[in-house]
């Protein structure tokens, strides 16, 4: 089961891009990324999701080195709505491994 | 498209009160179903997670019970509440895919246990 790593915390100023790096060392080979974005009192919302190098969607981009061991998220010109906690995740596709850390707290500041 | 419901929303219980959420998903068959907790400023914590009705597979040992009568129906209960049972309690659900595995929250249910 792969273990992941953020930093506990970040700041950042509306506009500006913010990227979120999570380490997984023990990534395995059919693991894997997703990113998690929850607000107080909700339920986490799904990001993005990739396996390797990048994707991008309408709200993200995930950058993932041919190591697999780190990832990136990537939020574009940030907002005040965009305070919030981000999780990184790394599983399988058998839905029964998921493992959420603290996760990242993003404040954006005016 | 696919809901999830969970009730109630919040929900204030006595200690030694017995303890019943339920959550329910719409619009997708044979999902994978979970129960996570959330204590105050805390990460997600998965208590049990389902396959399958009547298939029920434990995280964390508790005094929480899950079943799963129905599909798409997953029920959290309790015979008797602790204070460490407070908490935010979320329920999920997801489809076997192959690509990596996403989960959908439902809103929540913030349990307080006195």
């Known amino acids: 089961l792969a273990k992941t790593t953020q930093p506990i915390s970040m700041d950042s100023y509306e506009g500006q891009e913010v990227n979120i790096t999570c380490s997984h060392n023990n990534i395995a080979t059919n693991d894997y990324i997703t990113w998690y974005q929850q607000f107080p009192s909700q339920g986490p919302r799904f990001i993005i999701q990739g396996y390797k190098t990048k994707v991008t969607n309408e709200v993200a981009s995930l950058f993932i080195p041919a190591d697999r061991k780190s990832s990136t998220l990537s939020l574009p010109r940030v907002s005040l709505s965009d305070t919030a906690v981000y999780y990184c995740l790394v599983d399988d596709n058998y839905g029964q491994n998921f493992v959420f850390g603290p996760g990242t707290r993003l404040s954006v500041l005016p | 498209s696919q809901t999830i419901h969970q009730w109630p929303a919040t929900l204030v219980q006595p200690v030694g009160s017995p303890l019943s959420l339920e959550c329910t998903v719409e619009?997708?068959?044979?999902?994978?179903l979970y129960w996570y907790r959330q204590a105050a400023g805390r990460g997600l914590q998965l208590l049990f997670y389902?396959?399958?009705?009547?298939?029920i597979s434990s995280e964390v040992p508790q005094n929480l019970s899950a079943s799963r009568p129905q599909d798409r129906q997953f029920i959290l209960s309790s015979k008797k509440l602790l204070l460490s049972d407070s908490g935010f309690y979320l329920c999920?659900?997801?489809?076997?895919?192959?690509?990596?595995?996403?989960?959908?929250f439902g809103p929540g249910t913030r349990l307080t246990v006195l």
């Open positions: 389902s396959v399958g009705i009547g298939q």
């Open positions: 619009g997708t068959s044979n999902p994978n």
């Open positions: 999920a659900w997801s489809l076997v895919a192959t690509t990596g595995d996403t989960q959908y």
